[in-house]
């Protein structure tokens, strides 16, 4: 029997001035789109502030349960679907400030939380400065399929993705706000790793311009095992809707074995040859 999955995933531009505009755009585009009837939604990073300055994000941080968080609930159970709610700065119990992806079920119950691993620090950003890093990667098995969780600048680090397949994934779920002038190595690397996994990779982007000078390159997409983009956006403010087979992923893991034939035991086994000298 075929596993089939309907997949939504939703891409805005958010204004960092407007949060409850932000929510109301996700509420609207899952409504036009509700007669999809979609088993699975997934939403951008920090999808309800945008990405702000480090003192914005601290204000704009919410606990959990939250407004935003209730908010999303509601959605899950409202469409009946599961839902990776892309990603909201979370005040934690111990005062500390992390970047939280979660993932409710169809009746709008938190199943799965994932704390974003890698901070961005690169070029300017300063992610690391206000929100600390989780210290657990996330698989959650549900009956759509094995889901692997993930967040933006995670997207570089191959090796989380390998552990998650390794432990079943059969889905990769990227929330993102990823900027220009990057759009190759979001493209290039979210192919990756669907080809390098054998797993189907959905990477939500935000989109738009966020002053005074940061643009989102929008282009989500849902990829295949064979790396083929099955469903995608432009960088409109829009969804991407696709129905996808999981019965393509363990048909491909069968007939060419590629988690299987790693050697995990020779790799750290390493000759060095310095000839330097």
Not at 39 to 68: H, I, K, M, Q, W
Not at 76 to 104: H, P, Q, W
Not at 162 to 170: D, F, P
Request: hydrophobic share 40%; with cysteine.
């Amino acid at each position: 029997m075929a596993r089939k999955v309907k997949v939504l995933g939703v891409q805005i531009g958010p204004d960092i001035n407007d949060k409850q505009g932000n929510i109301d755009k996700v509420e609207k585009l899952l409504q036009e789109y509700a007669c999809f009837k979609p088993d699975l939604v997934v939403l951008p990073e920090v999808f309800n502030t945008g990405v702000t300055s480090p003192a914005r994000a601290r204000e704009e941080s919410e606990t959990v349960p939250g407004p935003t968080y209730n908010i999303l609930s509601s959605w899950a159970k409202d469409l009946s679907c599961y839902m990776i709610a892309g990603s909201f700065t979370e005040k934690c119990k111990d005062g500390k400030i992390r970047n939280n992806s979660v993932f409710f079920n169809f009746e709008g119950k938190e199943i799965a939380n994932y704390y974003k691993l890698h901070m961005f620090n690169y070029y300017g950003s300063r992610e690391g400065e206000f929100c600390s890093p989780g210290n657990q990667s996330v698989l959650v098995k549900t009956p759509l399929g094995n889901i692997g969780m993930s967040v933006c600048f995670d997207l570089r680090f191959s090796e989380l993705y390998r552990y998650l397949a390794s432990a079943g994934a059969e889905i990769l779920a990227v929330p993102a706000a990823w900027p220009y002038p990057r759009l190759n190595h979001w493209v290039t690397l979210n192919k990756a790793r669907a080809i390098e996994n054998l797993c189907f990779v959905i990477a939500v982007n935000q989109t738009g311009v966020v002053p005074p000078k940061r643009v989102n390159v929008g282009n989500s997409m849902i990829i295949d095992p064979w790396g083929c983009i099955v469903a995608g956006c432009g960088e409109e403010e829009t969804v991407m809707m696709a129905t996808i087979d999981l019965d393509m992923v363990s048909k491909l893991r069968e007939e060419f074995p590629l988690l299987k034939d790693r050697r995990l035991e020779v790799y750290p086994n390493m000759k060095i040859v310095d000839v330097t000298n």
